[in-house]
């Protein structure tokens, strides 16, 4: 079959040259004479013929240059991918430490640690939120000492809790040894040192009761 375009011009040429001779004909040539109006109804069905086959032969050509488009980069990847597989299976022969069972075993173990931090994160989490609780509740307790007016820690307190970081609190009774072991632990390398008055505030006894007291204030 000749290119689209050849093929149109040709068929344009074949029709022209038939209207003519419809037209133009007669006895004198062995034909005999058709009329303005055939002859115009063959030229648009003529037309009409050729431009179907014209547009069909162009999506022909369409359709085998986008199939051979499709079948080469089909063909490159193909090629792509056996050079990958190849390279990979070189690699994994010369390094059998880089092998599928090596990275499942790294993963595994990549895994584990994961979990292990995250277990370490969540215990000192619990474990700041229960200082942070401790601290809350110091905080209370100070602060409704001090809105009791008048009141003398030191007259009501029974002992003392000298609390130095990274190690157990102590307990005493007297004032002046919990501001003595304070200094000493402060001296000693402590990086601080608490001194925390012990004041009751109320009694449990036998038979589930349980009988405040408050603390003692110096006009009592």
Known sequence: MLPPRQGAVWAGISIAAAAAIMLLGGPDFGTST??????????????????????????????????????????????????????????????????????????????????????????????????????????????????QDGVDVKDAAVGYLVRVTKRKPRYVTKPERARDAALAAVRAGAGRAEVLAVVPVGVARRGAEWRGSAPQTKGD
């Open 34 to 147: 058709y009329s303005a109006s055939f002859t115009v109804r063959f030229v648009i069905t003529a037309i009409l013929i050729s431009f179907g086959m014209f547009w069909s032969e162009v999506a022909l050509r369409r359709y085998q240059e986008e199939t051979a488009a499709q079948k080469a980069a089909t063909q490159a990847e193909s090629a792509r991918l056996k050079a990958e597989n190849l390279a990979l299976k070189t690699l994994n022969e010369a390094m059998p430490g880089f092998g599928a069972e090596h990275q499942e075993q790294r993963i595994d173990s990549l895994t584990k640690d994961v979990i292990n931090t995250r277990t370490a994160l969540t215990n000192a989490l619990n474990e700041a939120n229960r200082l942070r609780a401790e601290l809350a509740a110091e905080r209370q307790a100070r602060e409704a000492l001090q809105e």
